[in-house]
């Protein structure tokens, strides 16, 4: 099956690694991994922030140049929400029937990578072995706006040689938001002070999740603190296999892009 690879600008940006590491699982699995190269940011920030003229240009490019692909998956739940959720406002705010179709069309094929898996090619086991203890803090926008509910989970439980431990209070705001971090600093780092708690309470060597947004703002925050743990995205677990280890723990909190080795 052909699958474009929508990879999202902060991904792009600070953490290459997890788009390697869809290429790398996805043609594990038998697929062919295509990545439009005329791709930019989803206007998710200009969107968040009010600016939803300023989006416009963003959705009319990102229509244009996913048109013709059939099959379109992000490691970013957040982003694909934008596509999905709030494309249809910014289309039905410029008043063209066009754009409103194309947008439609766009939110019917295009998932989030734990969502790709299982409901769409039906897998859970993707042959992945990571002997590792690891803990996985489920995103706002993947599990309030995308609900893909325990599917991160089912696929991390059929990885081999797993330590999964249950984050305590799991669906609690680690606090990132996107601006709301920088707008609202103070209950941000609050907010985040609650996560780290709960991950230092699980002794897991990783905490991943399915976006890197939130997982950049947890690593950060076990680096400040010198934890035993590290931030790495869920997509880098699942590519990892005995023989082509993908991603290791280091202490300290390092960030994914970091904390990711190839063999």
Partial sequence: MRIALFITCFNDTLFPRTGQAVVTLLERLGHEVVFPLEQTCCGQMHFNSGY?????????????????????????GSCVAMVRDHYPHVARESGDPEL????????????????LL??????????????HRVTYHPSCHALRMLHIDDKPLRLLRAVRGIDLVELPQAEQ????????????????????????R??????????TAADNSCLMHIGGGLSR????ASALHLAEILASTEDR???????????ASIAVVRA
Avoid: W
């Fill in 52 to 76: 939803h003229d300023e989006a416009l240009p963003l959705v009319r490019r990102f229509a244009r140049v996913f048109a013709d692909e059939q099959l379109i998956v992000s490691p970013s």
């Fill in 100 to 115: 409103i179709e194309a947008v439609r069309t766009l939110g019917e094929r295009t998932f989030e990578l734990t969502e």
């Fill in 245 to 255: 280890p993908f991603g290791v723990p280091q202490s300290g909190g390092a960030s």
């Fill in 225 to 228: 603190q010198r934890a035993n």
């Fill in 198 to 207: 709960a991950v230092a309470q699980t002794g897991a060597e990783i905490c």
């Fill in 173 to 196: 705001c680690c606090g990132f938001g996107g601006t709301f971090a920088i707008k609202n600093a103070d209950t941000s780092i609050a907010m985040l002070d609650d996560k780290l």
């Fill in 118 to 131: 299982v409901d769409k090619l039906g897998v859970e086991d993707v042959g992945a072995y990571y002997p």
